[in-house]
């Protein structure tokens, strides 16, 4: 399914915001997280860049290691099921399941969309 172009690129947006939200999400987790400063300074900053981290090596659009789309779409699972539960964690359930239904129907759009196009591109190579 490929989306008419206004609509991939609102989603494209929209996935960029997500990817701020769940570190934002993962940070405020950190620096309330902990029992002490140093804990909270360690989790607030570690958090978020463990997860740029990964999502830079494996999942971003020029990530640094190619890999096949079902651990690319593990590593999306691990960062933004991070940051719901972040969000859960810091007492905001229902922002949470917002957060994560919004990622779901986000994700799915953008795998679908991504996966029409190289089809496409393919289909016109040969």
């Not at 999400?25 to 463990?50: D, E, M, R, S």
């Not at 999502?55 to 690319?72: C, M, N």
């Not at 957060?99 to 029409?116: C, G, I, Y």
Request: aromatic share 10%; charged share 10%.
């Amino acid at each position: 399914m490929r989306l008419p172009g206004p609509l991939h690129a609102v989603n494209e947006g929209l996935a960029f915001l997500l990817e701020l939200v769940a570190l934002a999400a993962l940070a405020w987790w950190g620096f309330t997280t902990g029992g002490n400063v140093l804990a909270h300074i360690l989790l607030g900053l570690g958090a978020p860049i463990l997860a740029m981290a990964l999502w830079g090596a494996f999942a971003a659009p020029r990530a640094k290691y190619t890999v096949p789309l079902p651990f690319v779409l593990l590593v999306k699972a691990v960062v933004f099921g991070s940051g719901a539960l972040a969000l859960y964690g810091v007492g905001r359930p229902v922002l949470a399941l917002v957060f994560a239904a919004v990622v779901l129907v986000n994700t799915v759009l953008a795998t679908l969309d991504r996966e029409a196009h190289f089809r496409s591109a393919r289909n016109q190579s040969l």
